[in-house]
């Protein structure tokens, strides 16, 4: 089992940046794929971007590709979600995830942590 915590949101002025962070505290968490994901008020949470135990093969939703960048570092049990050239749009609550091995769904998931960009 995984526990993540989510660090690192506040607010920005548009075309600023921010680095939220997901620490990791259970067994085994370089064999887990880390997602982040967002959740707009009254809109369905939607996936942002993702990271294999290997770090070598992160992806990203469209809406966000060029502008974030993902990170791991095992030794550290934290993934790091670099926001760069930020939109009001981007506005949302980031939660990251787990997902083991094989597993076609996420299975661990934060409590989410604030980001807000303003015009």
């Known amino acids: 089992q995984v526990q993540l915590v989510e660090s690192g949101g506040g607010s920005v002025q548009a075309g600023g940046s921010l680095r939220v962070s997901c620490v990791a505290f259970g067994r085994a968490f370089n064999r887990y794929t880390i997602g982040w994901f967002r959740q707009a008020p009254g809109k369905e949470r939607e996936f942002v971007a993702a990271?294999?135990?290997?770090?070598?093969?992160?992806y990203y939703a469209d809406s966000v590709q060029g502008r974030f960048a993902i990170s791991r570092d095992n030794a550290k049990n934290t993934v790091y979600l670099q926001m760069n050239s930020l939109k009001p749009e981007d506005t949302a609550l980031y939660y990251c995830?787990?997902?083991?091995?094989?597993?076609?769904?996420?299975?661990?998931w934060g409590q989410g942590t604030q980001v807000t960009v303003s015009s």
């Open positions: 995830a787990a997902r083991g091995v094989g597993a076609e769904k996420y299975d661990y």
């Open positions: 990271v294999g135990w290997s770090s070598g093969n992160p």
